[in-house]
């Protein structure tokens, strides 16, 4: 993986979205957003660079392999980084837990007021990136991608839409909120090449299909 992320880090816009994700613990009044993803055009030339074959195995996956919702600054860790991030007017108490605030979840439009009707999405769903090339990733490698705040990987979005969405990818499963399918395909096929996972048939032809009408 070293040398993947070592030949990708020109070609992904990281250090604006680094600064947004540096900078939000101090803007709470500011409205930000999952990092912006690579644009169509760019998409469709990566989507035609990933390795395209069927999906592994399943078999010895399990989330504890991804380790997830590491601290990321004082008592913050990468979920409350993200609700303070994609929300609006969020307060946090001395655990930074949000105790306020709003919320609008892209995928189905809904706008909440409490932190606990959100869940953190993980784009590309750990059991998926596992079938697609994770499996022989070292722990601290999967670590990395479970919390990654740089890419387009995590959103805070209504939790029983997550829970709807589960491992499946775009063959099967796309945001009701059609609005919002091109910035999804384009974040998707985003962090599957920064991480050099594969696309399925299926799959590929689904993500050519949203990215046609982009």
Not at 108 to 128: F, K, R, Y
């Amino acid at each position: 993986m070293s040398g993947v992320y070592a030949r990708r880090i020109g070609v992904v816009v990281a250090s604006a979205a680094l600064a947004a994700t540096t900078g939000l613990l101090t803007a709470p009044t500011a409205q930000a957003a999952m990092p912006t993803p690579v644009s169509a055009s760019t998409a469709r030339t990566y989507l035609g660079q990933l390795k395209v074959s069927a999906e592994g195995s399943s078999t010895g996956y399990s989330r504890d392999l991804f380790p997830h919702w590491i601290t990321q600054s004082g008592t913050c860790n990468t979920r409350e980084v993200v609700l303070k991030r994609d929300g609006t007017n969020v307060t946090q108490d001395s655990a930074c837990a949000a105790v306020s605030g709003s919320w609008y979840s892209e995928y189905d439009g809904a706008t909440w007021t409490a932190a606990s009707d959100l869940d953190i999405d993980h784009m590309v769903p750990l059991a998926e990136a596992w079938r697609s090339g994770a499996s022989s990733w070292t722990t601290t490698q999967r670590q990395s991608f479970a919390n990654d705040l740089t890419r387009p990987q995590l959103i805070a979005v209504t939790d029983n839409v997550n829970q709807s969405k589960g491992d499946q990818d775009p063959a099967t499963w796309l945001p009701s909120r059609t609005a919002y399918r091109c910035t999804y395909v384009r974040a998707w096929v985003h962090v599957k090449y920064y991480y050099n996972l594969s696309v399925d048939s299926a799959e590929k032809s689904a993500l050519q299909s949203v990215l046609g009408g982009c």
